[in-house]
């Protein structure tokens, strides 16, 4: 049995190898690694924190129950995102819905908007201002929503968890050129919608 404290010395690897051997305790080091990053991405994805809570949670019971056919071919968190972006979509799917619950940050959307990111980012002093903000964010967020969702989620991994390419890849199982053009397109769409709604 792996000890907490010894556990958090231990590389991803090792406590796959650790779990894959029967040892539970080795799991828990995983989620508490990564619980906060996984629950970032399905927020993201899917806008509602209810939501986002259950499919975190589901996503630590599907690896668990897999773990033993873990084989290393991709990292760890990669594999946990896999997880975490299919029971998004079929969140989405199965609800019918894009649920909404609090706004996107304005900053993790620079790159899709960077002049609206920069302008709203600015120190805001009156309430004026503030709900001025508050109503940009909804409206960025109902942007990103509107995304198809393969669009949606190498948005949210590229800008929101930092991924390259080639990790945004191996989550979403296709080529590295597939996920740069889904990005571009991404883009696109968003500076598009938030044009037409007169945000830039």
């Not at 609090?102 to 908007?113: C, D, F, P, R, V």
């Amino acid at each position: 049995m792996v000890l907490l404290k010894e556990a958090r010395r231990i590389p991803d690897t090792g406590l796959v190898a650790e779990c894959q051997s029967g040892d539970s305790t080795a799991f828990d080091e995983i989620v508490r690694r990564y619980k906060d990053r996984v629950y970032n991405v399905v927020f993201r994805f899917l806008g509602n924190h209810e939501d986002a809570l259950d499919v975190s949670q589901e996503v630590f019971v599907r690896a668990y129950s897999s773990i033993r056919k873990f084989k290393g071919d991709a990292k760890v968190y990669t594999w946990l995102y896999s997880i975490a972006a299919n029971l998004s979509r079929n969140r989405l799917r199965d609800s019918g819905r894009k649920g909404r619950d609090q706004g996107t940050s304005l900053e993790a959307l620079h790159e899709a908007a960077p002049s609206v990111a920069q302008a709203a980012s600015a120190t805001l002093d009156t309430p004026r201002e503030a709900a001025e903000r508050s109503e940009m964010d909804e409206v960025l967020q109902r942007c990103l929503e509107e995304l198809p969702d393969h669009y949606r989620m190498a948005f949210v991994l590229r800008t929101f968890e930092d991924l390259s390419y080639e990790e945004i890849a191996d989550v979403m199982g296709c080529p590295p050129g597939t996920v740069k053009s889904r990005l571009n397109q991404a883009r696109k769409l968003l500076r598009e919608r938030l044009e037409s709604l007169a945000v830039l």
